[in-house]
């Protein structure tokens, strides 16, 4: 279906004017305002990339000597190289110095994380053949995994839980974890949540350099064989730089969030859970897709009151000026085409019938239905994984989930007898595709066995 949209501009009055778009669909501007959002990532900056590329190589040539350079540098914090691991005595001041109540909320959360991932696992498996072949599945899972937590003016321990509880319930024997110590100083809810998780080793170290560490190892760093975790533009291109030598979870995009709503959804709630995306970041996306004019004027009405009560006001409003907008459109199947079209990192249906609209749905990373299920029970505790894709890659990328901590070999036994069977097959596709050598292979067991 091509769409095309008129837009009308709507200002907030108040420390800055605020475009928020109402566009209708079917009307002239509607590609470019998706060609924007769809683009709103954009390349990584050439003076970035090359910065990223050189901490790479000192951190893989010099060890633990770039390491303590680049945090005394960008986290100000002099530390030797002993200081580079926490310490079981730090991890024990955390529980003391965290209150109680945040270390219940995250152990609750642990729980129904590591509850709603067990349900994930894949078990191996072997089929027997009538002809005496064995064929089969093993699933093992990856011997050290890293974490990267970002750190800085926000604490993140729900993305210690997210990425490490995973990788534990997939049975991950060592799982280590790097987050930034700016001025020597880690967050103590950061250390209780890995703790609950059962990460094994953590390391005061951020940005590309800690990236960099877990792929090529330190004297201190160990090197894993997969790295996963969100973190800024550095990290996310230290990620991509280092992917090959390492597995990694994904490059993951600015935050964004697609409500499709009805004439029954509550405008308040509409235009609260825009927001919760949009405080995120200046380059997040937030959108309403409605069936109903009306609903589409009172979530603006309610956004403009909204935004001005948040302490992230400015972030909050550069997002929905540039990367957000309020769609009305002719019926909530349109709705479900465009929904598709973005593939959104978080997708609310609220809508009356959710459980009707959920088969036109083919593109999200998380679906949250109805009235009553804000993103934001997604993000730290109903168990499902907060790790999404972006950017539209929901087309073919899934959450995090315990798949991303194993991996799968194929097992093959023959008899004598089921080679026999078979080699006929293998040695004409051998022929066909003219390679001798391998019709050789079977042919001569066969002749000599």
């Not at 390391?203 to 160990?222: L, N």
């Not at 022929?431 to 079977?442: F, P, Q, S, T, Y």
Request: hydrophobic share 45%; net charge neutral.
């Amino acid at each position: 279906m091509s769409l095309s949209l008129r837009e009308r501009d709507y200002r907030v009055r108040g420390n800055k004017d605020i475009i928020m778009r109402i566009i209708k669909s079917g009307q002239r501007n509607f590609e470019e305002f998706f060609g924007k959002v769809e683009g709103r990532a954009g390349e990584v900056p050439a003076a970035i990339e090359k910065q990223v590329k050189d901490i790479i190589k000192a951190v893989a040539d010099k060890g633990d000597k770039a390491l303590l350079a680049y945090t005394e540098k960008f986290d100000k914090a002099e530390l030797g190289p002993g200081d580079l691991r926490v310490t079981e005595e730090e991890i024990r001041r955390a529980f003391k110095d965290v209150p109680e109540e945040d270390i219940d909320a995250l152990r609750l959360a642990a729980r129904r994380i590591a509850d709603f991932h067990e349900r994930q696992k894949t078990q191996s498996w072997f089929v027997q053949e009538e002809s005496g072949a064995l064929l089969g599945q093993r699933v093992l899972p990856l011997e050290v995994v890293g974490i990267y937590v970002p750190g800085g003016k926000a604490a993140y321990p729900s993305s210690v839980l997210m990425n490490a509880v995973p990788a534990k319930v997939a049975g991950v024997p060592r799982v280590v974890m790097c987050v930034p110590a700016p001025g020597g100083v880690l967050n103590g809810r950061v250390l209780v949540a890995a703790e609950l998780a059962g990460v094994d080793e953590i390391y005061k170290v951020g940005g590309a350099q800690a990236v960099a560490a877990m792929a090529y190892g330190t004297e201190t760093v160990p090197k894993v064989d997969k790295i996963v975790g969100p973190g800024n533009i550095y990290v996310a291109t230290a990620k991509r730089l280092v992917f090959g030598l390492v597995d990694i979870d994904m490059v993951a995009g600015p935050s964004e969030i697609l409500v499709v709503a009805d004439r029954t959804a509550r405008p308040a709630f509409v235009a609260a859970d825009m927001l919760s995306q949009a405080e995120h970041d200046e380059m997040a996306s937030a959108v309403l897709v409605t069936d109903d004019p009306e609903l589409a004027k009172a979530v603006e009405k309610e956004l403009k009151a909204q935004v001005k009560k948040l302490s992230r006001r400015a972030i909050a409003e550069k997002s929905l000026e540039d990367f957000g907008a309020i769609i009305v459109v002719k019926d909530l199947s349109e709705a479900a085409t465009i929904a598709n079209r973005i593939a959104p990192e978080h997708l609310e249906l609220a809508v009356h019938r959710p459980f009707e609209l959920l088969p036109l749905i083919k593109n999200a990373g998380a679906i949250f239905m109805g009235h009553y299920t804000p993103e934001a029970v997604g993000d730290y505790a109903a168990g499902p994984n907060h790790v999404l894709p972006t950017g539209g890659t929901a087309r073919f990328f899934s959450p995090l989930s315990t798949d991303d901590f194993v991996k799968k070999t194929s097992l093959l036994s023959y008899t004598k007898e089921a080679l026999a069977e078979i080699a006929p097959t293998v040695t004409r596709l051998a022929k066909m595709e003219g390679l001798e050598a391998h019709g050789k292979m079977v042919d001569i067991r066969l002749k000599q066995g």
